[in-house]
């Protein structure tokens, strides 16, 4: 009896030290840089960039970007969006490094998925061309900044929250004291030049008056159809329209082919503590101010 417990102990362990071993090798040999190694085939290509989801982080699309844009094998790009919006700054760097693509002698054709708006109405702008789906949703041309007042919780349950400040607005929107006139008048002004960035980046990019774009920037969204009844939007379309389109303007004759930037691995480590890891991060940084549907 106590030879078999023995047997069956050892198997275990031996279970478990192949189970280590298997998850070190996975973190130390089974990461990658994320996309440094980036090739393509031979023969001219249109690129294909998606920005998905919240925008809260530039840097990935932005290196997509420049890459891209460098590269002899792309003969123009797509920039496929399916976005709410997100942080005004991630926006603005993304909407930055499309511009100076399209600057620098490379075709960019933004391509809305379901949603485009705010932020991601924002960085289309940077595109040669806008092409939605008449069902898409974007416009939500604005700004939003929310705060949290937890003032009368704390009082529920009896705990204050004391503050030394070197300024009387080092403070504003804490969520522990309530927000005075001063504090909204502040951040108002915040939200105000956030906003007019972003009317004049529209306003600059679809050849419209100040006027024109606020008439319509005032956080409504619209349909695809509707955007391009204003001039917030050049054509109506598909993905596949957009890649035809890209591949013309490009130069590529007949059917275009589409690359998309290598993935980076998945590792053991990613899997048990990588989302982890990240909704950390996001969490501790998730911006005030941002470009963002909110629906």
């Known amino acids: 009896m106590a030879r078999g417990r023995d047997w069956f102990l050892g198997l275990l362990l031996l279970a478990a030290a192949g189970i280590f ?30 920005v998905k989801g919240v925008i809260l982080d530039s840097e990935t699309t932005v290196k997509n970007l420049e890459r891209y844009g460098s590269s002899q094998d792309i003969a123009a790009i797509i920039l496929r969006i399916d976005s ?3 942080g005004v700054a991630a926006s603005q760097e993304i909407y930055e490094a499309v511009k100076r693509v399209r600057e620098g002698g490379k075709f960019v054709v933004a391509s809305m998925a379901s949603v485009a708006a705010s932020g991601g109405y924002y960085i289309a702008c940077g595109a040669d061309t806008i092409m939605a ?10 700004v939003i900044a929310e705060m949290l007042n937890a003032t009368e919780l704390m009082q529920k349950i009896g705990v204050r929250f004391e503050v030394i400040k070197s300024g009387k607005f ?33 306003a600059t990019e679809r050849d419209l008056t100040t006027e024109q774009v606020l008439k319509y920037a005032d956080g409504r969204i619209y349909t695809g159809q509707q955007a391009h009844e204003i001039r917030l939007i050049d054509l109506l379309g598909t993905y596949e329209d957009a890649v035809d389109l890209a591949g013309k303007m490009g ?12 993935v980076r691995k998945t590792t053991m480590w990613d899997l048990l503590f990588g989302d982890i890891e990240q909704h950390l991060i996001r969490l501790q940084t998730l911006p005030v101010l941002r470009y963002q549907m909110i629906f």
Request: aromatic share 10%; proline share 7%.
């Open 84 to 86: 709410p919006g997100g």
């Open 133 to 142: 789906n008449p069902g898409t949703t974007t416009g939500s041309i604005g």
């Open 170 to 202: 080092k403070d504003t929107g804490s969520p522990f004291r309530p927000m005075n006139e001063e504090d909204r008048l502040q951040l108002q002004s915040y939200v105000d030049n956030a906003y007019q960035q972003f009317v004049n980046v529209v």
């Open 251 to 262: 130069g590529i004759t007949g059917k275009a082919r589409v690359i998309k930037p290598p």
């Open 21 to 50: 071993i298997f998850f070190i090798a996975s973190i130390f040999f089974g990461r990658t840089d994320n996309n440094d190694g980036f090739e393509l085939s031979t023969g001219r290509r249109v690129g294909l960039i998606e």
